[in-house]
Protein backbone atom coordinates (compact mmCIF):
# COMPACT_ATOMS: atom_id res chain seq x y z
CA UNK A 1 0.00 0.00 0.00
CA UNK A 2 1.70 3.76 -0.64
CA UNK A 3 0.53 5.86 1.93
CA UNK A 4 1.85 9.47 0.97
CA UNK A 5 1.88 12.12 4.03
CA UNK A 6 1.51 15.98 3.49
CA UNK A 7 3.22 18.14 6.41
CA UNK A 8 4.82 21.15 7.30
CA UNK A 9 6.73 18.72 9.67
CA UNK A 10 8.65 16.04 7.83
CA UNK A 11 11.15 15.37 10.79
CA UNK A 12 8.02 14.28 12.73
CA UNK A 13 7.74 11.10 11.22
CA UNK A 14 10.71 9.09 11.53
CA UNK A 15 8.98 7.38 13.73
CA UNK A 16 7.55 4.98 10.55
CA UNK A 17 11.38 4.27 10.20
CA UNK A 18 10.89 1.64 13.09
CA UNK A 19 9.26 -1.60 14.75
CA UNK A 20 6.30 -3.27 12.50
CA UNK A 21 5.91 -0.35 10.23
CA UNK A 22 9.80 0.19 9.65
CA UNK A 23 10.14 -3.36 8.74
CA UNK A 24 6.72 -3.37 6.62
CA UNK A 25 8.52 -0.45 4.67
CA UNK A 26 11.78 -2.53 4.01
CA UNK A 27 9.99 -5.15 2.62
CA UNK A 28 8.05 -2.94 0.37
CA UNK A 29 4.51 -3.93 1.72
CA UNK A 30 4.00 -0.89 2.90
CA UNK A 31 5.59 2.27 0.33
CA UNK A 32 5.40 5.82 2.74
CA UNK A 33 6.21 8.85 1.08
CA UNK A 34 6.16 12.45 3.38
CA UNK A 35 6.01 15.46 1.23
CA UNK A 36 7.22 18.98 2.44
CA UNK A 37 4.24 21.83 1.55
CA UNK A 38 6.79 24.54 1.97
CA UNK A 39 8.52 24.08 -1.02
CA UNK A 40 5.11 24.29 -2.83
CA UNK A 41 3.91 28.12 -1.32
CA UNK A 42 4.42 30.64 -3.97
CA UNK A 43 4.86 33.26 -1.31
CA UNK A 44 8.27 34.70 -1.31
CA UNK A 45 8.94 33.69 2.49
CA UNK A 46 7.53 30.20 1.57
CA UNK A 47 4.76 31.11 3.69
CA UNK A 48 1.56 29.06 4.25
CA UNK A 49 -0.45 30.58 6.72
CA UNK A 50 -2.73 33.74 7.14
CA UNK A 51 -5.30 35.77 9.34
CA UNK A 52 -8.38 34.12 8.93
CA UNK A 53 -11.25 36.03 7.21
CA UNK A 54 -13.73 37.26 9.99
CA UNK A 55 -11.23 37.54 12.91
CA UNK A 56 -10.62 35.03 15.47
CA UNK A 57 -7.66 33.47 16.92
CA UNK A 58 -4.78 31.69 15.45
CA UNK A 59 -3.50 31.16 11.51
CA UNK A 60 -5.35 29.41 9.12
CA UNK A 61 -3.25 27.61 6.11
CA UNK A 62 -3.60 29.35 3.01
CA UNK A 63 -5.10 27.26 -0.23
CA UNK A 64 -2.58 27.70 -2.57
CA UNK A 65 0.86 25.44 -1.31
CA UNK A 66 -1.52 22.75 -0.32
CA UNK A 67 -3.61 22.69 -3.40
CA UNK A 68 -0.39 22.42 -5.13
CA UNK A 69 0.73 20.00 -3.17
CA UNK A 70 -1.87 17.80 -3.19
CA UNK A 71 -1.97 18.06 -7.03
CA UNK A 72 1.30 17.27 -7.96
CA UNK A 73 1.29 13.58 -6.07
CA UNK A 74 -2.26 13.43 -7.36
CA UNK A 75 -3.08 15.13 -10.22
CA UNK A 76 -5.57 12.56 -11.58
CA UNK A 77 -6.97 11.68 -8.20
CA UNK A 78 -6.51 7.89 -7.50
CA UNK A 79 -6.24 8.11 -4.16
CA UNK A 80 -8.09 8.35 -1.13
CA UNK A 81 -7.43 11.71 0.48
CA UNK A 82 -7.92 12.08 4.17
CA UNK A 83 -7.80 15.48 5.94
CA UNK A 84 -6.75 14.82 9.77
CA UNK A 85 -8.95 17.25 11.49
CA UNK A 86 -10.54 16.93 15.08
CA UNK A 87 -14.16 17.65 12.92
CA UNK A 88 -13.59 14.82 10.93
CA UNK A 89 -15.39 11.09 11.27
CA UNK A 90 -14.05 9.50 14.55
CA UNK A 91 -11.53 6.74 13.68
CA UNK A 92 -12.61 3.62 15.23
CA UNK A 93 -11.64 -0.49 13.50
CA UNK A 94 -14.35 -0.47 11.02
CA UNK A 95 -13.14 3.08 9.68
CA UNK A 96 -9.66 1.75 9.80
CA UNK A 97 -10.46 -1.93 7.96
CA UNK A 98 -12.44 0.15 5.18
CA UNK A 99 -9.91 2.67 4.48
CA UNK A 100 -7.07 -0.74 4.21
CA UNK A 101 -9.79 -2.76 2.44
CA UNK A 102 -10.84 0.09 -0.12
CA UNK A 103 -7.68 1.28 -1.42
CA UNK A 104 -4.22 0.64 -2.49
CA UNK A 105 -3.46 4.64 -2.00
CA UNK A 106 -3.62 6.83 0.61
CA UNK A 107 -2.72 10.44 0.57
CA UNK A 108 -2.87 12.19 4.45
CA UNK A 109 -3.22 15.99 4.63
CA UNK A 110 -1.92 17.26 8.24
CA UNK A 111 -3.14 20.83 9.41
CA UNK A 112 -1.65 23.36 11.59
CA UNK A 113 -2.37 26.58 13.05
CA UNK A 114 -6.41 26.57 13.60
CA UNK A 115 -6.74 24.70 10.17
CA UNK A 116 -6.78 24.93 6.30
CA UNK A 117 -8.63 27.19 4.15
CA UNK A 118 -12.11 25.39 3.34
CA UNK A 119 -11.47 25.20 0.09
CA UNK A 120 -8.92 22.66 -0.08
CA UNK A 121 -11.24 20.45 1.62
CA UNK A 122 -13.95 21.22 -0.73
CA UNK A 123 -11.56 20.32 -3.99
CA UNK A 124 -9.08 17.77 -2.79
CA UNK A 125 -9.93 16.26 0.32
CA UNK A 126 -12.59 12.75 0.54
CA UNK A 127 -13.00 12.79 4.31
CA UNK A 128 -12.07 14.07 7.48
CA UNK A 129 -10.89 11.93 10.03
CA UNK A 130 -10.25 12.98 13.72
CA UNK A 131 -8.63 10.69 16.32
CA UNK A 132 -10.44 10.97 19.47
CA UNK A 133 -12.38 13.94 21.38
CA UNK A 134 -9.64 16.51 21.59
CA UNK A 135 -7.82 18.94 20.04
CA UNK A 136 -3.89 18.14 19.09
CA UNK A 137 -1.34 20.76 17.89
CA UNK A 138 -1.42 19.22 14.58
CA UNK A 139 -2.33 16.28 12.09
CA UNK A 140 0.96 14.62 12.70
CA UNK A 141 0.41 12.05 15.26
CA UNK A 142 -2.76 11.52 14.16
CA UNK A 143 -1.61 10.46 10.52
CA UNK A 144 0.26 8.50 12.49
CA UNK A 145 -2.12 6.99 14.06
CA UNK A 146 -3.82 6.04 11.06
CA UNK A 147 -0.67 5.10 9.78
CA UNK A 148 -0.36 2.27 11.72
CA UNK A 149 -3.89 1.49 12.46
CA UNK A 150 -4.04 0.70 8.76
CA UNK A 151 -0.72 -0.53 8.49
CA UNK A 152 -2.32 -3.66 10.49
CA UNK A 153 -4.74 -4.63 7.77
CA UNK A 154 -2.34 -4.65 4.93
CA UNK A 155 -1.88 -8.43 4.49
CA UNK A 156 1.64 -9.60 5.22
CA UNK A 157 2.66 -6.89 7.54
CA UNK A 158 1.46 -8.74 10.97
CA UNK A 159 2.91 -12.12 11.11
CA UNK A 160 -0.10 -13.19 12.21
CA UNK A 161 -2.95 -12.45 10.58
CA UNK A 162 -5.11 -13.18 13.52
CA UNK A 163 -4.30 -10.74 15.10
CA UNK A 164 -6.72 -8.08 13.87
CA UNK A 165 -9.79 -10.93 14.38
CA UNK A 166 -9.21 -11.67 18.17
CA UNK A 167 -8.01 -8.06 19.39
CA UNK A 168 -10.06 -5.42 21.57
CA UNK A 169 -12.73 -3.78 19.42
CA UNK A 170 -13.16 -6.76 16.39
CA UNK A 171 -15.89 -8.15 18.36
CA UNK A 172 -17.29 -5.44 19.82
CA UNK A 173 -15.42 -6.45 23.41
CA UNK A 174 -11.98 -5.50 24.99
CA UNK A 175 -9.50 -8.17 25.17
CA UNK A 176 -9.19 -10.64 27.64
CA UNK A 177 -5.83 -10.52 29.72
CA UNK A 178 -2.58 -11.96 28.26
CA UNK A 179 -0.07 -13.96 30.28
CA UNK A 180 3.34 -15.46 29.48
CA UNK A 181 6.39 -16.80 31.05
CA UNK A 182 7.36 -17.37 34.40
CA UNK A 183 3.68 -18.96 35.35
CA UNK A 184 4.67 -17.31 38.25
CA UNK A 185 5.72 -13.57 38.89
CA UNK A 186 6.07 -11.48 42.21
CA UNK A 187 4.09 -14.28 43.76
CA UNK A 188 1.86 -13.73 41.09
CA UNK A 189 0.35 -16.77 39.22
CA UNK A 190 -1.37 -17.05 35.49
CA UNK A 191 -4.60 -18.39 36.17
CA UNK A 192 -4.89 -22.19 36.26
CA UNK A 193 -6.87 -22.71 32.88
CA UNK A 194 -4.28 -21.11 31.20
CA UNK A 195 -1.68 -23.57 32.21
CA UNK A 196 -3.71 -26.47 32.08
CA UNK A 197 -4.16 -26.50 28.24
CA UNK A 198 -8.33 -27.34 27.77
CA UNK A 199 -8.60 -25.15 24.98
CA UNK A 200 -12.72 -24.92 25.20
CA UNK A 201 -11.99 -23.85 28.73
CA UNK A 202 -9.91 -21.13 27.54
CA UNK A 203 -11.81 -19.98 25.12
CA UNK A 204 -14.88 -19.98 27.45
CA UNK A 205 -13.03 -17.78 30.13
CA UNK A 206 -11.17 -15.75 27.64
CA UNK A 207 -14.97 -14.77 26.90
CA UNK A 208 -15.50 -13.92 30.59
CA UNK A 209 -12.46 -11.65 30.80
CA UNK A 210 -13.16 -9.64 27.72
CA UNK A 211 -16.99 -9.21 29.22
CA UNK A 212 -15.59 -8.46 32.60
CA UNK A 213 -13.19 -5.93 31.45
CA UNK A 214 -15.59 -4.24 28.63
CA UNK A 215 -17.90 -3.33 31.54
CA UNK A 216 -15.24 -2.14 33.94
CA UNK A 217 -13.61 -0.32 31.24
CA UNK A 218 -15.94 0.49 28.32
CA UNK A 219 -19.84 -0.33 29.39
CA UNK A 220 -20.77 1.80 25.91
CA UNK A 221 -19.47 -1.00 23.93
CA UNK A 222 -21.73 -3.35 25.60
CA UNK A 223 -25.06 -1.01 24.19
CA UNK A 224 -24.07 -1.13 21.07
N1 LIG B 1 -5.70 17.57 14.53
C1 LIG B 1 -5.87 18.20 15.70
N2 LIG B 1 -6.60 17.45 16.54
C2 LIG B 1 -6.90 16.31 15.89
C3 LIG B 1 -7.62 15.13 16.22
N3 LIG B 1 -8.22 14.98 17.40
N4 LIG B 1 -7.71 14.16 15.29
C4 LIG B 1 -7.16 14.32 14.09
N5 LIG B 1 -6.46 15.40 13.72
C5 LIG B 1 -6.33 16.39 14.60
Known amino acids: MRIDILTLFPEMFEALNSSIIGKAQESGLLDIRITDIRPFSKD ?9 FGGGAG ?3 TPQPLYDCINSIDPEHKAKRVYMSPKGKILKTALVADIAKSTDWLVILCGHYEGVDQRVLDLCIDEE ?7 LTGGELAAMVVVDAVARYVPKVLHCETSTDEESFSQGLLEYPQYTRPAVFMGLSVPDVLLKGNHADIVDWRNEEAIKITVKNRPDLLED
Open 44 to 52: KHKKCDDYP
Open 59 to 61: MVM
Open 129 to 135: ISIGDYV
